[in-house]
């Protein structure tokens, strides 16, 4: 059995029971959600654990991995210049929609309390916005780290990873190195914990809805058909870019993305769908070797745009889920932390990907984590939809700067007659 399937199992089986003790023996239900409960935030606290070194070593070496790529060309500049570009667009279009679209649905209490019940808000800053500001750079970077605090480990990381590529290549490489091998040290130890996820989530989800019934079950699917709704608008815009900056004929362009986003339903992966988008990028849009062959294959490496949609929209969800109203600053501070875990993220394996970014967004934004395992398992539904749009915002990134590149290439010198 699949890992995704063990997930649902534990899901599912999960929901099953607790609706059935909610609606059958509503105080027996409690009980056992009290006594399930632990082995859940058990599981939970291993996979938090890793998520302070992880982030910070996926921070650093992703900008010495663009560092690098940026050093290899205008090109590559430009390539890079247009995954932020889009990455902040992106993550500020679900910071601006998804409360928006929730605010029209009511939460329903029951969920609310449930979530309150298992587990509470981390600490945020409420002293106004000169406390928020002189929070972003920690006075004392280990204590932020052991206080879990994600915006000053972050802006440390930041700090740490463009001074590292000041310095000479060879210690430069060892520092990374190091890194590299932490993030995937802690990888390995997410996978562990991940072979009992089925465990863990059906204690958490019986735990939930034991004392929220059906209403979790409804909830859960608002969250999917949030998720949707953004990936679905996200692919639309991104071609509407690509239109518009990139310079592309609509049809034209659509002739070569078509077969890429079929390729990229049915593997679901981006990485798969590479040599589709290379020869349709090359043999169908027409665009150079040179810059297909070096942006697409960046865009794979650094690139993937529904990751901060995902992120912004599980904050927000879990937010409104609550009944939290999410300030401006700590949707600012989720968009700037998407953009950075998103670049130094893409490669990372399976549902390890969900846990190990989500918690620093959603822990950075002042809210309960707790609820990220049971939509983590819900998440491989709109997956599909992720993908495609993946592979569109890689598509539209190499007709940004093909277009680009068209604009500044020199004119060919006149003919001469003899």
Not at 69 to 79: E, T, Y
Request: charged fraction near 10%; charge should be neutral.
């Amino acid at each position: 059995m699949s890992q995704t399937a063990r997930v649902l199992s534990g899901l599912i089986a999960g929901i099953a029971i607790g609706i059935l003790l909610a609606w059958q023996a509503p105080e027996l239900g409690l009980r056992i959600a009290a006594t399930v409960e632990p082995f859940g935030k058990l599981w939970l606290n291993a996979l938090q654990m890793t998520v302070v070194p992880l982030v910070f070593a996926l921070v650093v070496v992703g900008i010495n991995q663009a560092s690098d790529a940026a050093h290899s060309g205008r090109v590559a500049r430009q390539a890079i210049l247009s995954f932020v570009i889009l990455l902040t667009a992106a993550a500020s279009m679900a910071a601006l929609l998804a409360p928006l679209a929730l605010s029209m649905l009511q939460p329903d209490p029951a969920v609310a309390v449930a979530l309150r019940g298992h587990a509470t808000a981390l600490p945020i800053a409420s002293g106004g916005w000169a406390d928020a500001l002189t929070a972003i750079i920690p006075s004392n970077a280990l204590a932020a780290a052991a206080a879990s605090a994600m915006l000053p480990l972050v802006t440390f990381a930041l700090f740490f990873g463009f001074a590292l590529t000041r310095i000479d290549a060879a210690p430069r490489a060892q520092v990374v190195g190091l890194l590299k091998a932490v993030s995937d040290a802690m990888i390995v130890i997410v996978h562990w914990v991940l072979w009992a996820a089925p465990v863990g989530i059906f204690a958490l989800v019986l735990a939930l809805t034991a004392r929220s019934g059906l209403g979790m079950l409804q909830a859960l699917g608002i969250y999917i058909l949030l998720e949707c709704s953004l990936y679905v608008l996200a692919i639309v815009l991104l071609v509407v870019v690509a239109v518009i900056v990139g310079r592309q004929k609509f049809g034209h362009f659509m002739s070569g993305l078509a077969p890429v986003q079929v390729v990229a339903a049915s593997t679901q992966s981006s990485l798969a769908t590479l040599p589709a988008m290379l020869d349709s990028a090359e043999n169908k849009l027409g665009y150079p070797n040179r810059i297909a062959g070096l942006v697409l294959p960046m865009a794979v490496s650094l690139f993937r745009i529904t990751s901060p949609i995902q992120y912004i929209a599980t904050a927000c969800f879990i937010a409104w889920a609550l009944g939290v109203d999410l300030g401006f600053a700590q949707l600012a501070t989720g968009v700037a932390l998407s953009v950075l875990v998103s670049m130094g993220s893409v490669g990372l394996p399976g549902q390890a990907i969900f846990l190990a970014t989500n918690l620093p967004i959603t822990s950075a934004m002042g809210l309960p984590i707790a609820a990220l395992p049971v939509l983590m398992a819900v998440d491989a539904i709109p997956d599909v939809l992720a993908t495609v749009g993946n592979v569109t915002a890689d598509m539209t990134a190499t007709a940004i700067v093909a277009s680009r590149n068209d604009e500044q290439a020199p004119s060919a010198p006149p003919a001469t007659t003899a």
